[in-house]
């Protein structure tokens, strides 16, 4: 993907409705289920229908190959029994660059074969596997809300990096809330001890999708920039070269930008239903999982996302972004934002240069 020309199609699009480019970055809810009970989520108290692997490959075939990246997520992805049949069309038919996929890390060898599978069938993909851990032993199964937890993310995280293959990353994917916020810089070095190939962390927020609306989970703005202090000084410890240093430099710039956001300063520029999108399990397109406001449903469109995403409603949610202009740090959408975002792009180049 051509930055530069990303940024020009984008603003336009953004700007004045046109040209209709599909998003580049896509999130793919594949279920709504979950075998954990986690503080910071709900998820799991309203299912919803899921999508077959038939109608995923219709909309497969009209996404192209717009996507850049995608995240699967959930719910559990894995708890999907055709999840890698899932992975591997999307695979196949758009030919992603990155392909995130964040796993609570209970269900060690069924993550295993499925990542492994995948990784050596698509060698010219990315994958990134984030093993989500916010805390260590006890505490993270409290969190988790599943006796054991903590031994089963561990496990996991170990049988993923044992696969060594050239185009697997394989990370810890840590949830900043008020549960761990506490703990969190001890928590960081028993972390930086697992072998992973990269911490991240991003912050707990309440979401439409997650049903965790007024739970009080988020920390306050003094807690996070504590916290964030000690994720930008691991950064400087080991600073990266190459696509995993530019990876670093925009993760560098996300902690910054949380930490404005979250002390009331302007965000940037929301590109939801524009250049970022979430696909729900039952077909529906949400702009964004924070607000939920819905672009329409696949299935009135026969699986075509070309057809939902020029359609009036779709026209309509992305006025609604544009005229909110709302902030939050949600990661998936802000990683966008910054990539559209010339100030951010100028710093991250800084970065990379020194």
Known sequence: MNLFLAQVLYRFFRAAGRPKVLPFNYTISVTARCNYRCATCRIWTEPLPEMSLAEYQKIFISLGRSPYWVTFSGGEPFLRDDFEEIANSFCRTCRPRMVNIPTNGSLPHTARDAVQKLAREHRDVNFIVNVSIDSIVHQQDQIRGSRGAYEKAVETLKELRQLNLPNLTVGIGTVISSQNIDSFAADRKILSTLDADSLVA?????????????????????????????????????????????????????????????????????????????????????????????????????????????????????????????????????????????????????????
């Open 202 to 354: 991003e912050i707990a927020e309440e979401r439409v999708e997650l049903k965790n609306q007024n739970s009080s989970i988020t920390p306050t703005p003094e807690q996070y920039k504590s916290a964030a202090k000690v994720l930008i000084s691991e950064m400087a410890r080991s600073k990266k070269k190459g696509a995993a240093g530019l990876v670093q430099a925009f993760r560098k710039q996300y902690y910054h930008y949380v930490s404005r956001v979250l002390s009331g300063a302007a965000g940037l520029k929301c590109y939801a239903g524009t250049a970022s999108v979430q696909i729900m399990p039952d077909g529906k397109v949400w702009a964004c999982c924070i607000k939920g406001d819905e672009m329409g449903s696949l299935k009135d469109f026969d699986y075509n996302f070309r057809k939902l995403w020029r359609s009036p409603k779709a026209d309509a949610v992305r006025k609604s972004v544009k005229d909110r202009a709302c902030a939050c740090p949600l990661a998936n959408a802000a990683y966008t934002n910054m990539m559209l975002d010339i100030g951010t792009s100028l710093r991250v180049l800084r970065d990379l240069l020194l």
